[in-house]
């Protein structure tokens, strides 16, 4: 069965503080592993997606690695404005599905 | 990013009604869209898939009579709570892919609550 955890289920750090959150999977065949922010009350918005392991996707604080087994977001130099849950998806090879890790929920204090 | 829209955000309605959720994509055909249902600080739990012009494919454990949706265009698709009931308030959240595209695009959400 395809499953997604995600790791910690929450974080806090100051200002400045460089981290990392962690996606696990196990998956019939990866079609893709996508990225995602959400904010309380909102729907989630699109980061990254990744296909291959070795692939890596940058964007402003972010950025997105993949190996066989795992995806790491890695955020440098947060800033409040990036607190906020990241959710992490896989879409197998076998179907149209996505399926959606717990979420780590990112505080960011100044 | 691709825009999708949904409506409304918010809705409360009484036990026993029905409610009915749009999920637009607007500037693009989404051949397939995914509804999903979301509890307080917990991840999305996929409810159903929907392809445009077919029946949609529920997820296991989910009432078929009791979540209807269609996808009658390629920009639109519903879900309808029917005879609501107060456990059926949640937060419920639709997404699109289109054709040949692996992104999903989110719609806002829409808080239910049911009275």
């Known amino acids: 069965e395809d499953q997604v955890t995600q790791s910690p289920e929450a974080l806090r750090l100051q200002e400045g503080e460089s981290s990392s959150l962690n996606c696990s999977y196990t998956?019939?065949?990866?079609?893709?592993l996508f990225w995602y922010r959400q904010d309380p009350g909102k729907g989630p918005e699109f980061l990254f997606t990744l296909y291959s392991a070795g692939e890596e996707k940058e964007k402003e604080r972010l950025k997105a690695t993949l190996t066989k087994k795992e995806s790491f977001l890695h955020i440098t130099a947060p800033k409040p404005e990036d607190s906020a849950t990241y959710l992490c998806a896989v879409q197998p090879s076998t179907n149209n599905d996505m399926r959606f890790g717990a979420g780590t929920r990112l505080t960011v204090k100044p | 990013g691709a825009v999708v829209s949904q409506h409304p955000s918010r809705v409360i309605c009484k036990s026993g009604t029905s409610v009915k959720i749009e999920c637009r994509s607007l500037d693009f055909q989404a051949t397939t869209m995914f509804w999903y249902r979301q509890f307080p600080k917990k991840s999305l739990m996929l409810m159903a898939t929907?392809?445009?012009?077919?029946?949609?494919?529920?997820e296991q454990g989910v009432e078929k009579d009791k979540f209807l949706i269609n996808h009658a265009s390629l920009t639109l698709s519903t879900l309808t709570v029917t005879s609501a009931h107060p456990e059926d308030s949640s937060f419920y959240i639709c997404?699109?892919?289109?054709?040949?595209?692996?992104?999903?695009?989110f719609g806002q959400g829409t808080r239910l609550t049911v009275v």
């Open positions: 997404s699109a892919r289109d054709q040949g595209g692996t992104e999903a695009f």
């Open positions: 929907s392809n445009e012009g077919s029946k949609a494919t529920y």
């Open positions: 998956v019939s065949g990866l079609r893709g």
